[in-house]
């Protein structure tokens, strides 16, 4: 009967359905049909958001072994660099839903491009010398945090920097008595396009197949002939630069941001890699949304949980998947 | 095996070390230098046995400001609750260790089966949840603000510990026997003797064990010892000592708050010393939290003064502003790294067996 129930459940998608599961349980404690939906909204739109942030840290991780505690510093970076583009242009801001948007796509495209460049500089430079050492990784990584961070302080100060968004991107849209913030949809509709993306990448092409095949066997694609550094400093850029991105939007989602930042989405972040898998990007994903949707249906619902949720939501994970739900094959 | 030129250097720097932190009181006759000394005597405990974990057995934990937290709030809200007394410092004391225990407990026997990388996520997550915790229970603990209250009337800079013929302080070699002296030596005995505890363990069989665990675990469990086990016993341990040295270091402060107790930053700078100082040995942690702790109080008014030279130039200045200077630590950390894993105790003590 067990393995019935069990079969069944796997092919319909096992943990993959996690989600869904919770939404369906929450939708039955909450009660009130236009909260769930809003709550879900916002729910989806943080998972994906941290989605960005923590894919990278993923991707790093399944093809390197690599895990870089200073990933929060591109995040804080990315949040930081289209803020103050966005200030820049702000009078584009207001002349019309042409500027604004090119606007903002220049503000998220210098956060990328800011991001790829630090990867760069990040990889060669700070995690080439200690491959496969994890202590002198952790520590190294963490060295390098405190330096970005200290720089982040002395380049744009320690008080909270605001940060203007386009005007089509303000307001909520309301349907009957449902009402979504627009930036919320724009978040999730921007975390679902780059998902689809990476998918595309890892699946459908030449370099995605090396990738794949890099974190099975790294030694055999090099003996084969191809050359696997070059792999990892593009996948580490690829990671940097969809944190830094990540960063920009939960900049436009806070509207005032502080230093600390990164050191806070950070803990988020390592909390959805460890409960989706290491290595898997479905998996972070997974991670990414259940994370997202627990936060705002438990501080809807008991707000004074909030704090322990992810907690007590990793633990609980960990008792029953002790390497994370969907982990990459390794 | 006869003792090196490098060992012999450390173990007389170890002396001097010794010496000049009994001596702290008559030495420095000022209010900050005795709390340099104090402050140094409190991190040389907490950095040791930090370094149980990082580097006799390879350990990664971002915990070890939480356990130092819990025995500093253990001992905070029991003496706040429970007026100055011995009794309430024995009890917060009790208080913070069991909790200690509990916890440490738990996440070693959850996760210290996995990855070194995973364990050091999982610790990190769990203190950052403590410390939010420990602002919004503001009732308890004080929230941002901290609790401030009474220490044992002993440890008052008002009380006579020897009167002379006038019924005033009596003084030694200009020092004052009050009761601020009590409390610094109550702080120098207890690191003191922690820190030999600390010792005798890393030399008996147990510490054979670890450093076993550290450099092959696949071949300690094949040769019959049990790893998580005895990672989760010297997890225990040095949450343990860390939550003792939190409770000895609320007593001497007569404070506790995040920043002083619980804070990211304190995390930081326990890392700092470890490596600075030197990883798998002792005397590492000796001169890691010594060197570490100067540097706090002293190095930062020496950078404001760099910072005003160089104010004419762009972005200097603010690099070499005081509050920076976690920037070029953690840049002579990245180098430390690098080059001198060992750190300063390990490579000094490593050049004289090359020699």
Known sequence: ?330 | MKPTYGTIAVKSAMLVIAALLLFAPFLFQDIRALEVAARICIFIVLVASYDLLIGYTGIVSFAHTMFFGFGAYGSAIALKQMGPGWESVALGTLAGVALSLIVATAIGLISLRVKAIFFAMITLAAASVVLVLASQLSQITGGEDGITYRTPDLFKTATKLAVDEDGKVLRWFGVKLNGKLAAYYFVFVTSLVLFLVMLRITVSPLGTVLKAIRENEARAEAIGYRVVAYRTFVFCLSAVVASLAGSVYAVWLKYTGPDTALSFAIMIDILLMVVIGGMGTMWGAVIGASLMVMAQYYLRDLMGAASEATAALPLLPELLAPDRWLFWLGIIFILLVYFFPRGIAGTLMARGQRA
Request: charged share 10%.
């Open chain 1, 1 to 330: 009967m067990m393995n019935k129930v069990s079969e069944t459940l796997g092919r319909l998608g096992g943990v993959n359905l996690l989600p869904l599961a919770l939404a369906a349980v929450a939708f039955v404690l909450i009660g009130a049909p236009s909260s769930w939906v809003t709550l879900t909204v916002a729910g989806l739109s943080m998972g994906m958001m941290v989605f960005l942030m923590a894919s990278g840290l993923s991707l790093v991780f399944g093809l390197m072994d690599v895990l870089n505690f200073g990933h929060s510093a591109f995040i804080s970076f990315g949040a930081f660099v289209a803020a103050t583009v966005l200030a820049a242009l702000s009078t584009w801001l207001d002349g019309g839903w042409m500027l604004a948007s090119a606007a903002l796509a220049l503000a998220l495209l210098a956060a990328i491009a800011f991001g790829l460049a630090a990867g760069l500089f990040f990889e060669t430079v700070i995690i080439r010398p200690v491959y496969r050492d994890h202590l002198r990784q952790i520590l190294i990584t963490m060295g390098a945090l405190i330096v970005s961070e200290q720089i982040i302080l002395a380049v744009w100060g320690g008080t909270p920097v605001s940060v203007p968004r386009p005007a089509f991107l303000e307001g909520a849209w309301i349907v009957g008595d449902v009402s979504m913030e627009i930036y919320r949809l724009f978040a999730v509709g921007l975390g679902a396009a780059v998902f689809v993306g990476l998918m595309v990448l890892l699946n459908r092409t030449r370099i995605g197949l090396l990738i794949r095949a890099g974190v099975e066997n790294r030694e055999m694609v090099e003996a084969l002939g191809f050359k696997i550094n070059r792999l990892f400093i593009g996948v580490f850029m690829l990671g940097s630069a969809l944190a830094a991105l990540g960063g920009a939007m939960w900049a436009g989602y806070e509207t005032l941001i502080t230093p600390a930042l990164g050191g806070e989405m950070m803990i988020v972040v390592f909390i959805v890699v460890i409960i989706g898998g290491l290595g898997s990007i479905e998996g972070t994903l997974l991670g990414a949304i259940i994370v997202g949707l627990t936060a705002n249906y438990i501080g809807y619902l008991a707000p004074k949980l909030a704090l322990a949720s992810n907690m007590i939501l990793m633990m609980a994970i960990l008792m029953w998947r002790p390497s994370g739900l969907r982990p990459a094959v390794k």
